[in-house]
């Protein structure tokens, strides 16, 4: 783990996209975990944000189960930044593993 805790910042969906496909490595303990970006997708921006919200769909592999909460995640690219995830249930297209999702509104 990371003997720095970065703080919270304005995250934008433009930094995620080119790197839908790629992993990001979650800070755990008792070693990292790979978490592979697999969607991010814009949402209705309802309350005429200045930033899009928009949702990340991750994917860890099967022997890798992370809680929900927040993780310091970092890759090529991007990071090291906090992201808060959650547990989703596996889509019925989806490979093999757990799923987790962040919802940046």
Do not use: W
């Given at each position: 783990m990371s003997s720095s805790v970065?703080?919270?910042?304005p995250i934008h969906l433009a930094e995620?996209?080119?790197l839908v496909g790629s992993a990001l490595i979650a800070d755990c303990d008792p070693q990292p975990v790979?978490?592979?970006?697999?969607?991010a997708t814009p949402l209705a921006n309802h309350a005429k944000l200045d930033r899009l919200p928009f949702i990340l769909i991750f994917r860890s592999a099967?022997?890798?189960?992370?809680?929900?909460?927040?993780?310091?995640l970092?890759?090529?690219g991007f990071?090291?930044?906090r992201i808060d995830i959650g547990q989703i249930p596996r889509p019925l297209s989806g490979?093999?593993?757990?799923?987790?999702?962040a919802v940046f509104n």
């Amino acid at each position: 783990m990371s003997s720095s805790v970065p703080l919270f910042r304005p995250i934008h969906l433009a930094e995620f996209v080119p790197l839908v496909g790629s992993a990001l490595i979650a800070d755990c303990d008792p070693q990292p975990v790979a978490l592979h970006l697999v969607e991010a997708t814009p949402l209705a921006n309802h309350a005429k944000l200045d930033r899009l919200p928009f949702i990340l769909i991750f994917r860890s592999a099967p022997e890798a189960m992370l809680t929900s909460g927040t993780y310091v995640l970092r890759g090529e690219g991007f990071g090291p930044d906090r992201i808060d995830i959650g547990q989703i249930p596996r889509p019925l297209s989806g490979e093999p593993g757990h799923y987790y999702q962040a919802v940046f509104n």
